[in-house]
């Protein structure tokens, strides 16, 4: 998403919540984490991302927010986090939202290139990186 970055009127939200992670063994699930221990974990993420050719750059649009686990009844039924729960239970969404509040995209996980094609078509761009 970095050509977006500078010359359209785009905002990202990255939402990062929990996830199985590499150290975890075959027996476990999710790998319970604080508040701060997934804030240092997304921002070594990003981190590393800047080193990745065409990876995370610092640009001014993006925002990083770090999601807790909800209660024990809603990790029962659905993913665990308040906002995944919240949007429906999936895991990785995506969702383009209009200046009006309107969801004109809601993305699945399997093809995060949706996210680029349909800002492609609103700003008249190649999708692609």
């Given at each position: 998403m970095e050509k977006y970055a500078n010359d359209y009127p785009v905002l990202f939200v990255d939402i990062y919540g929990r996830e199985r992670h590499p150290e975890?063994?075959?027996?476990?699930?999710?790998v319970q984490?604080?508040?701060n221990d997934r804030r240092q974990r997304a921002e070594?993420?990003?981190?590393?991302?800047?080193?990745?050719?065409?990876?995370v750059r610092?640009?001014?649009?993006?925002?990083?927010?770090?999601?807790?686990?909800?209660?024990?009844?809603?990790?029962?039924?659905?993913?665990?986090?308040?906002?995944?729960?919240?949007?429906?239970?999936?895991p990785q969404?995506?969702?383009v939202?209009?200046?009006?509040g309107r969801i004109?995209?809601?993305?699945?996980?399997?093809?995060p290139e949706q996210i680029d094609e349909a800002l492609a078509q609103i700003f008249g761009v190649e999708p692609g990186l």
């Open positions: 975890a063994t075959d027996n476990q699930g999710f984490e604080s508040y070594l993420m990003l981190w590393t991302l800047q080193y990745v050719e065409n990876g610092d640009v001014n649009n993006r925002i990083l927010l770090i999601d807790e686990d909800g209660p024990e009844e809603i990790r029962t039924v659905t993913y665990s986090t308040w906002v995944t729960h919240m949007y429906g239970g999936r969404g995506g969702y939202i209009d200046l009006d004109i995209v809601n993305q699945q996980w399997e093809r």
